[in-house]
């Protein structure tokens, strides 16, 4: 009897944790036709790693461009879903750049200090397959979100 019980139990967590992961199919394929979608408005950009941008305003070239070893303040520095669902909206404040998720590292490196941007960060720059935050907070983020942010880069040192 309890060899039996093994392999039904076995197959009920496979079948659990896939059901789990298909969770976030839907969510993860809305995600993409979006960033397919925003690829296509005028001014936006393409990067060689899939991060989509524009630049807003970037006006003060004497002013410093952040590295990997600056530290950045932004402010504002709002972050959405591609639903509009907002989950950031304080300010980043002495943040070495390496520190952060590579989409906002290399959306940041692209203006100058009091510059303004624009970034969707695809899933692979940002969170990947993995959720952030506590599910049915403010601050979650689903895994295979496409980052939305609005930044001003306020400071570099």
């Not at 992961?21 to 060689?48: C, V």
């Not at 639903?83 to 590292?105: C, D, E, K, R, Y």
Request: charged content about 15%; aromatic content about 12%; hydrophobic content about 40%.
């Amino acid at each position: 009897m309890a060899k039996q019980i093994i392999p039904i139990f076995l197959f009920a967590l496979v079948l659990l944790t896939g059901c789990k992961h298909d969770e976030w199919y839907d969510w993860k394929a809305r995600n993409q036709m979006a960033l397919e979608q925003i690829k296509q408005q005028p001014g936006f950009q393409t990067s060689p790693t899939g991060l989509v941008y524009r630049v807003l305003q970037d006006d003060l070239h004497s002013e410093a461009v952040p590295n990997d070893a600056s530290f950045i303040s932004c402010y504002p520095c709002d972050g959405y879903l591609i639903n509009g669902f907002q989950f950031q909206s304080a300010p980043i404040q002495n943040t070495m750049v390496s520190q952060l998720i590579a989409g906002f590292a290399e959306g940041v490196k692209k203006i100058h200090t009091h510059g303004d941007i624009e970034l969707y960060i695809p899933y692979e720059l940002g969170y990947g397959e993995n959720a952030q935050g506590t599910e049915g907070t403010i601050s979650f983020i689903p895994p295979y979100s496409t980052l939305h942010f609005i930044i001003h880069l306020s400071a570099v040192y």
